[in-house]
């Protein structure tokens, strides 16, 4: 057979991870070096010399988007459909089980996924149950409790509280919330992993059906697997399953989410006979970008250690731009973007990522003024606003009026005249009886408890979704998106308001018929999930990858955690700042080597040109900061580097060790270096630099109590001391 076409593109080490015999492989290699290429490879080599059916694969990859990427090679190099082929996230693979598993689940039919803003609330909900402060017994973090103890593979009668009173609260918070959600017949993430592993451990027929089936499992980014993920794979495969991993453990991002690390190391003791690949040569980026990821993660103590190479050329130098503040930094990096896009490159060639969500509002608005077309991984993501949630949660309501989540989302919005108090009675009522808000409702009425305008309020609002079920059952999804936005008076609410935000809101709702007009992926073994569940499970898995659209030449946002396994020919790595990234928490919590790793992935992701950037002044969650480089940015070599100064546009090779050192021009600041001086905010200081003209000359401070600072003379009010 001619296997030409699998191996020719790879090199010696490649070929032997693709072409291995059947055994347990583990290649351990570091950024770009072909990793995900040898995985989707291996994949077009089990099904056309090993002769494996697609039907037998089972792949799981970081991401959805990954996910789609990996189909589509593997269809590229077979020449064919492989629909039947299991590869997506670990949480959408279990998903797609418990669909077709939900009897022995012990799930309802139509099951809901909460996402976390849903999870939050119900959390919420149960420990307003338990009579509980919020103000004690934060819902968030009791959120986060019950995740880790699911990501650990825990229910709450499996923890054990050692006398501790806060763990027997938490437990029976997290008992309570349990309780709600099986009532609701509801679903989070973390429940869909750990639903999925019980219910295969409960069900040997099943067990062994999948076990025969998936006799090749494929993982991506192994080294972020977290427990109940790691159990997953072992459950499945068994004692004679092959389990093909690939993964960094300089890339391991997500230990703050459990995942750990040893199970790359503890793979070999887990899976007996494994045999071991690494690879080495780096296919993604020139040695300048190679050499300062090389350089920065030599700082990590804790390493299995690797040698990673390039033969594609110095290429350029990195760029590091130290702005005054955020809104300069923003603009910096459009320009540049602007003129990647004017000298005839592609936006989508280039990726801005940040630490965390919240800084790219402002790099949204600067794209947004120059009408430069960009789309947002994550963060606010379209099925996460607001006015689409409220659409989701009566489409949900349609499907399943049990539904308590969303019956308490829109049962009064728009505002229909059903007040706190009727709802904390119906609250109570459903608690006392065992039944969803929906069934409380009916024996409410039924009871005649409610009075006069309540009632009929409560009443019209079970008839609309009566009706609106009942008008809706045969409908296109498209249709019925519109019908309901419609019937239930949501859009005329959203049209209502005249402000910017209101007009963008009633354009998100059309937004969605369009998305429903969208053919939904129904997986292929589940034919009897109706269209109108696909797409709700589609918009709690996948949010924000639908949005805009995937093919439109985009600049691409997102944070260092979402940019994983991907590649763009220019990087910009906003925000390099010391507690911003490293973040402060890191810094205390000393969890600064799992910050070092993220920085390394941000670099790695750079295919040609890399560029690095900071704002002294940032105001972030309405506070503002005064910010010093980030550690990181000295921990790469200054000979890769090049700084540029703001405004006055000069450009230079990094000092080394890189070092504040500003272009002087006439010193108009009435300051010089030496001096001591009193600020009303920061106390005293003295001056060890100043830089810029008139309106921007700026001056460094070093304060004692509050450390080093650039401050504007015009704004900073500084008191000359007179030294003794
Ligand atoms: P990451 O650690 O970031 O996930 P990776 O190890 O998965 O990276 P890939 O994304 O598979 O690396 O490969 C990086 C780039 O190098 C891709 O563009 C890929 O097509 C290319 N590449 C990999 N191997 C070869 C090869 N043998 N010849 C040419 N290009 C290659
Ligand atoms: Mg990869």
């Known amino acids: 057979m001619d296997v030409s076409h699998i191996l020719d593109s ?185 639903r999925t592993l019980e219910t295969l451990r409960n069900n040997e027929a099943l067990l062994q059906h999948y076990r025969q089936r998936f006799q090749h499992i494929l993982v991506d980014e192994f080294q972020d697997t977290n427990a109940i993920q790691y159990a997953w794979l072992r459950l499945l495969a068994g004692d004679s399953g092959y389990v093909f991993a690939v993964g960094d453990d300089d890339q391991s991002i997500y230990g703050w989410r459990g995942a750990r690390v040893e199970n790359i190391l503890n793979f070999s003791d887990h899976f007996p006979d494994t045999k071991t690949i690494r690879l080495e040569q780096n296919y993604r980026s020139t040695s300048t970008i190679l050499n300062a990821a090389n350089a920065l993660i030599e700082n990590n103590s804790n390493r299995l250690g690797k040698n990673l190479w390039t033969d594609i050329g110095e290429g350029e130098l990195i760029t590091f731009y130290s702005a005054y503040n955020e809104g300069d ?38 794209l947004f003024r120059h009408a430069v077309p960009y789309r947002v991984y994550g963060g606010m993501r379209f099925f996460e606003r607001m006015e689409i949630k409220d659409a989701l949660a009566y489409m949900r309501l349609l499907s399943l009026p049990e539904d308590d989540i969303s019956f308490e989302r829109v049962v009064n919005q728009p505002p229909r005249g059903i007040g706190d108090k009727t709802i904390s009675q119906i609250r109570n009522v459903a608690r006392e009886a065992g039944v969803s808000l929906w069934h409380a409702c009916a024996e409410i009425l039924s009871a005649n408890a409610l009075k006069g305008r309540a009632a009929t309020a409560v009443g019209n609002f079970m008839k609309l979704i009566i009706k609106l079920r009942a008008d809706t059952k045969d409908l296109a999804l498209d249709k019925l998106v519109e019908q309901t936005i419609k019937d239930t008076g949501l859009l005329e609410h959203y049209q209502k308001d005249r402000s910017e935000k209101g007009e963008a809101r009633v354009e998100n709702l059309q937004e969605l018929i369009g998305a429903a007009g969208m053919p939904v992926e129904t997986p292929q073994d589940t034919p009897d999930i109706s269209e109108l569940d696909a797409f709700l499970a589609n918009a709690a898995l996948e949010a924000g990858e639908q949005q805009g659209n995937e093919f439109d030449d985009c600049v691409q946002l997102m944070t260092m955690h979402s940019a994983k396994g991907l590649e763009f020919p220019l990087v910009f790595i906003t925000g390099m700042e010391q507690g911003l990234f490293p973040s402060q928490r890191s810094i205390e919590e000393s969890g600064i080597e799992e910050e070092r790793r993220l920085c390394y992935v941000g670099i790695t992701r750079a295919q040609q040109k890399l560029t690095l950037s900071m704002a002294e002044h940032r105001r972030l969650y309405g506070r503002d900061h005064f910010n010093t480089t980030s550690k990181f940015i000295s921990e790469i070599p200054a000979e890769l580097m090049m700084e540029i100064r703001p405004r006055l546009n000069v450009s230079r090779p990094m000092p080394s060790p890189v ?66």
């Open 10 to 194: 790879l090199n010696a080490r490649q070929r032997e991870a693709v072409s291995a015999e059947n055994a347990p492989l583990l290649i351990q290699a570091g950024a770009g070096s072909g990793k995900t290429r040898v995985l989707t490879h291996r994949i077009a080599w089990l099904n056309q010399v090993v002769g494996l059916s697609p039907f037998g694969i089972l792949a799981v990859t970081f991401t959805n988007k990954a996910a789609g990427e990996m189909r589509a090679r593997v269809e590229e190099l077979l020449g064919m459909s492989v629909a039947s082929m299991w590869v997506g996230t670990f949480h959408g693979l279990s998903h797609r089980f418990l669909r077709m598993h939900w009897k022995e689940a012990g799930l309802p039919q139509g099951f809901q996924i909460l996402d976390s803003e849903d999870q939050k609330r119900m959390v919420q909900r149960s420990i307003r149950g338990l009579g509980l402060d919020e103000s004690h017994w934060p819902p968030r973090t009791a959120m986060w409790y019950i995740n880790a103890k699911k990501d650990d593979g825990l229910r709450a009668d499996h923890i054990r509280d050692e006398g501790d009173p806060t763990e027997q609260q938490m437990i029976e918070i997290y008992k309570a919330y349990e309780t709600a959600c099986n009532l609701a017949g509801a679903v989070d993430f973390a429940e869909l992993l750990l």
């Open 659 to 724: 070092r504040r050192q500003s272009i002087r021009e006439d010193n108009t600041t009435g300051l010089s270096v030496g001096q001591r001086v009193m600020h009303a905010k920061f106390g005293e200081g003295t001056v060890t630099d100043y830089e810029g003209q008139g309106a921007h000359a700026r001056v460094y401070v070093n304060f004692e109590e509050a450390g080093p600072k650039w401050l504007v003379m015009a704004y900073a009010k500084l008191e000359i001391m007179n030294v003794a």
């Open 329 to 366: 930094e923003a603009k910096f990096v459009v320009e540049r973007v602007m003129e990647h896009v004017a000298g005839g490159g592609q936006r989508a060639e280039c990726a801005i990522l940040y630490r965390s969500n919240a800084q790219s509002r402002v790099l949204e608005e600067e």
